[in-house]
Each structure stands twice: as C-alpha cells, then as structure tokens.
C-alpha cells in the first residue's frame, strides 16, 4: 500500500503544482482596472463587449429582474441602462471575481464530496448495513479532506465577508442602508439572516460539528478494531443516528447561506435536497472509483463484484434523484413564470448554454444509458467510466450555481479554472491516499465484516 501511495501522492504533488502555476499565469492576465477593460472590449470588438451592450440594451425584454440579477443590484427594478463608465466598472468587478470563484467553485466540490462520504459512512453505521464493512476503511481515508476542506471553505467564506472579494453581494453596507441610491429592500429585509457576523457563526457551528463527527466516529472505529466486545460499535451506531439529524438539518441551511444566498433575490425550497443529491452521488463514486483502484492493485482482497455493483446501484439511484430535484425546481419554476424566480433560469439558459443543459447530459443521460443496465454495473470500466463523467458533471452543476452570480456574462473556463481544479484535485488525492497508509484497509473486530467479505447475489 505505502509504493502504490507513494506513486499517487507524487502525481498529486504534480497536479497541485502544474495548477498552481495555471491559475498564477491566467491570474497576473486578469484586467486590474477600467483601462484594461475597455483595452480587452476594444481588442474583442463585437464579441465580449458586443454581448455586454446588447443586454443592456435588452433589459426591457426579460424585465427589470433579470437586470439585476446579472448586475448584481446595480438595477432594482427602475430598468437603468448602465452608461459605459458604469459598465467597464461592472465588468471589472466581474473580472475581479473570477479567481475567486475558481478557487470556490473547485474548493467546494471537493470539500462536499468529503462531507457527502461522512454522511453515507453515518448511514452504514445507522442502518447496520451489513455489504459496506469492507469500504469504511476507503470511507474514512476520503473524510480525512473534510478538515482541510474545513479551513480552506471558512478562509474563502471570511474573505466574502471581509470584502476581499465580492461574491457575497447582499455583505455590501450601501444595500441596507436606507437613503442610499443602492437601497436594495429586498436584502435589507433579510439582513437580520444575511449578515457577515451570524453568516460566520452558522459557518462555524457547521463545520465544527461536522469535524467533531469525524474525529469521535474514528476514535470509535480504531477503539472497536482494538477492543473486546462490540461496546464501541454500538457508540458508533448512536453517534452515526445523532449525527444524521444534526446533518440533514445544517447541510440545508448551509447550501442557502454558501451557494443560494450568492443570488439574494432568487429561492427555492427545493435547494437544500438538490445539493445534497449532488453531494452523495459524488461522494459514492469516489468510493467506487478508489476502490476499484485499491483492488486492481492487489489490496481490498474480499470486495467483489457484488460490492462495486451496490455502489454503482447507489450512483444510479442518487443521479436519478438529483434529475427529478432538478426538474421540480426548473419545471415549476419556469411554468409560473414569476419574475422575480424565472430570471435564475433566464440568465443561465442565455449566458451559460452550453453548461447549463450540458450537466443535464453529463449528470441524467448519460449515467441512465451506462448504469441503468444491471450487468453494467458488474464491469468496473463501465463504473470508471460512468463516474469519471458523473464527476465533472456536478463540478459544471456546482459551476453553474457560482459563476452566474458572481461573475456574469465574463464567464469563461481558462486557466484559472483548471488550475484551480487541479490543485484541489491534488490536495484532495494527496490527503484521501496518505490517509489509507495510517491503518489496516480491512477492519478487524467490526461485528458485520464476514457478512460483508461474503455478500454476494
């Protein structure tokens, strides 16, 4: 295990490296004032900036909402056309943002995806699920992110706050205070929630709980492999039950305050299940994918068939799951056609089209076509297959939550997206394997482990 590991964390030395010096390159390119915007307009002619004139010019046609959604409060319904001094500063701070987003968008997706593990390693501990014994160990080597996702998720949260960016638009003071020509009504009525203290203390109570989670369920786990009796297993057992209610409880209010405030004027209630469907369908795969890898290199000697097959059902299940949230919420959404929640929709199908029904495709067709088959299931190049695009699936879906509020129509995937990407991904491999050396992959004293090393059907 320790070669294997070795090779892995070296690669993922290598990704973070490469993407750190990606998104350095594309960053020092970013425009750094108006000059530099008009500089890059001019150079595009009627491309980048011919975009930016025809929606101002267009704001009658998709109302005063959708304005001011894509401008980030600068219309509030009175439908002002910005003059072009007011646009260069707009698309600057869109510019501004990017790296920002980049670094959100690819910090998020793998922090959830270590989140989502604990919460379906909860689940096997709650449900006494006799299959899975054999994967806690690989389950617990992709939790062992969740700390360090923790710290990098609450300094890119403090950052918001602390205005060294600005994604969180609804954190600006001139949005609350009456009087001001920025006097938004509708953020100042939530501003007794959306604020930058109390946005901070639930972000720490989540995160802390969370972690807090983590470090007993562990504990519980090495005493049990080193204990007498099942004592440990059935704290385990209650741990995972209390932990389940307090998670299904903070992921949703953590999926408003983290991803559906960036767009303060748009909710769905629907919101907090369709993060969570994306969270545990990417977090299965990643079990399934190092498993298979573990496997393939001689270790994790009892899984079978039969255990990659159950993964993949779970991959299947949650994709379809995460496809019927997704069309509730648009489907009802676009059929009342209110303004105030159609213009979220309006925005992504008119500026991000290509992402938009390309996730749709990457995270319903395609996963229904390869899993949906039973024997499929059993053929790991299939699984590998289906995941690896399951995966980028929900990166584009996580991408397609982020970027319209936060950057606009000054969207592109560049440099410093990859970059981003990969030094997550790096960071990511190189935590989840180095964690896999710490212990034996295959539990010793679990009560459950010979109904597992037998499962077969």
């Keep these: 295990m320790y070669t294997l590991s070795k090779n892995i964390r070296l690669s993922a030395f290598i990704f973070m490296a490469v993407g750190a010096v990606l998104f350095a390159v594309d960053y020092m390119n970013m425009p750094k004032n108006v000059e530099d915007v008009a500089a890059m307009e001019a150079a595009h002619g009627d491309g980048h900036g011919g975009g930016h004139d025809t929606a101002q010019a267009a704001t009658a046609d998709h109302g005063a909402g959708h304005e001011a959604v894509a401008s980030h409060g600068e219309d509030h319904g009175g439908g002002h056309v910005m003059s072009k001094e007011e646009h260069l500063e707009h698309t600057l701070g869109e510019y501004q943002n990017k790296p920002w987003s980049a670094l959100y968008v690819a910090a998020f997706f793998f922090f959830m995806i270590s989140l989502g593990c604990l919460a379906f390693y909860a689940i096997q501990y709650a449900a006494q699920a006799g299959w899975s014994p054999l994967l806690l160990r690989v389950m617990e080597g992709i939790t062992a992110y969740l700390p360090w996702g923790s710290v990098i998720m609450f300094l890119l949260l403090a950052a918001g706050m602390f205005h060294l960016n600005h994604m969180f638009h609804w954190n600006d003071p001139s949005l609350i205070e009456e009087g001001n020509e920025h006097y938004d009504k509708i953020i100042a009525g939530k501003s007794g929630y959306l604020n930058a203290t109390w946005f901070l203390v639930r972000a720490a109570i989540f995160l802390v709980g969370w972690n807090l989670y983590r470090y007993f369920a562990l504990k519980f786990s090495k005493n049990q492999d080193e204990g007498t009796d099942n004592k440990w297993h059935k704290k385990s057992f209650k741990a995972a039950a209390a932990f389940l209610v307090f998670f299904i409880y903070t992921e949703s209010v953590m999926s408003w305050d983290w991803i559906m405030s960036l767009d303060p004027h748009w909710f769905s209630t629907l919101f907090g299940w369709y993060v969570f469907a994306g969270m545990m369908v990417c977090a299965i795969t990643v079990i399934a994918l190092i498993a298979m890898i573990l496997k393939g290199a001689g270790y994790l000697e009892n899984v079978n068939d039969s255990h990659i097959h159950d993964l993949a059902k779970f991959m299947f299940g949650f994709s379809i799951f995460w496809t019927y949230l997704w069309f509730?919420?648009?489907?009802?959404?676009?059929?009342?056609?209110?303004?105030?929640?159609?213009?979220?929709?309006?925005?992504?199908?008119?500026?991000?089209?290509?992402?938009?029904?390309?996730?749709?495709?990457?995270?319903?067709?395609?996963?229904?076509?390869?899993?949906?088959?039973?024997?499929?299931?059993?053929?790991?190049?299939?699984v590998v297959m289906a995941g690896i695009v399951i995966l980028l699936g929900h990166y584009v879906d996580i991408f397609n939550m982020v970027m319209p509020a936060t950057v606009?129509?000054?969207?592109?995937?560049?440099?410093?997206?990859i970059g981003a990407l990969m030094f997550f991904f790096g960071l990511f491999v190189l935590v989840v394997f180095t964690a896999l050396t710490k212990r034996p992959l295959e539990p010793k004293r679990n009560p459950l482990i010979e109904e597992s090393k037998h499962f077969h059907y």
């Design 408 to 417: 606009g129509k000054s969207w592109s995937f560049g440099f410093v997206e």
């Design 328 to 382: 509730s919420q648009f489907m009802l959404i676009w059929y009342s056609n209110i303004p105030e929640e159609v213009t979220y929709f309006i925005q992504r199908i008119e500026d991000y089209n290509l992402p938009f029904f390309g996730m749709i495709v990457m995270n319903f067709i395609f996963p229904l076509l390869i899993l949906m088959n039973s024997d499929f299931k059993r053929v790991n190049w299939f």
